[in-house]
């Protein structure tokens, strides 16, 4: 998938050291991911269990905390293939234009035996539908598909016939785009003062630096390697070779 081939970057297996750093600087306790990032936390919280095992309670386990809803555990990509990816080019952006993730909903895999609009329908690896499982609530409904009460209603008239892909995907469109435009347009207020934005990102910078390097400090203290500020190690040299 990623074309590595028979050359295998070091940096893919130091990868989840680097997302286990991410965590534990800040000594984080919870961490919101996706199903398939449990192992990373499983890893982390193993690097942190030896860790102070080893040199004494310095470093934090962290719990994963994940979506309320089932669907959302592992959001697949629009091509329904597989998850959400940059690098595999399914995905739907918070950036995204109006046209785009009208685009990228027009496209979406559903079911290829629902050639015709009376034909019944498959939810299964349907993209459509599980996105709708994730983000359609009853009040979109009421709003943009009154003729339905909720996702249950639509489910059963797909499974039975006689709704077609379009109508679906338009409705999901709809959905989507509610919950997309606020956020569009919070991005374009943003982006009449780009030197603000620059200031919010170098405070939070200088903030995160802040608390990394007590973590920082704090593991050196631990390992016995706090060269600089260790003043007993600094006494014991200084009457070694003042003697």
């Known amino acids: 998938m990623r074309n590595f081939e028979t050359s295998i970057p070091v940096g893919f297996f130091t990868y989840p050291i680097s997302q286990a750093s991410d965590i534990t600087a800040f000594k984080a306790n919870i961490v919101p991911v996706g199903e398939d990032q449990l192992p990373m936390i499983e ?13 004494g309670e310095t470093l934090v ?7 309320e809803r089932k669907v959302c555990l592992r959001l697949p990509g629009t091509d329904g293939k597989a998850k959400m990816s940059k690098s595999l080019g399914n995905c739907i952006y918070l950036a995204d234009t109006p046209e785009a993730v009208k685009q990228s909903v027009m496209s979406m895999y559903t079911d ?6 009376t034909d019944p329908g498959k939810l299964e690896g349907n993209v459509v539908f599980t996105y709708l499982d994730a983000f359609a609530t009853d009040e979109h409904f009421e709003r943009f598909l009154p003729e339905y009460k909720n996702l249950d209603e639509l489910k059963a008239h797909y499974t039975r016939g006689g709704l077609g892909d379009m109508k679906v995907k338009r409705f999901l469109n709809a959905v989507l ?5 606020p956020i569009r347009a919070r991005r374009k207020e943003y982006e009449k003062d780009i030197p603000a934005v620059y200031e919010i990102l170098k405070k ?14 704090d593991v050196k203290n631990a390992m016995k390697i706090n060269y600089f500020s260790d003043s007993e190690l600094i006494k014991v040299q200084s009457e070694k070779y003042s003697g």
Request: zero cysteines; charged letters at 30%.
């Open 112 to 117: 290829p035996d629902h050639i015709k609009v």
């Open 204 to 217: 939070g910078s200088e903030k995160a630096r802040a608390v990394a390097s007590k973590t920082l400090e």
């Open 177 to 181: 785009e509610d919950i997309l435009s």
């Open 61 to 67: 386990e962290a719990k994963a905390v994940l979506p």
């Open 43 to 55: 890893q982390t919280n193993e690097i942190v269990r030896k860790f102070n095992s080893v040199y």
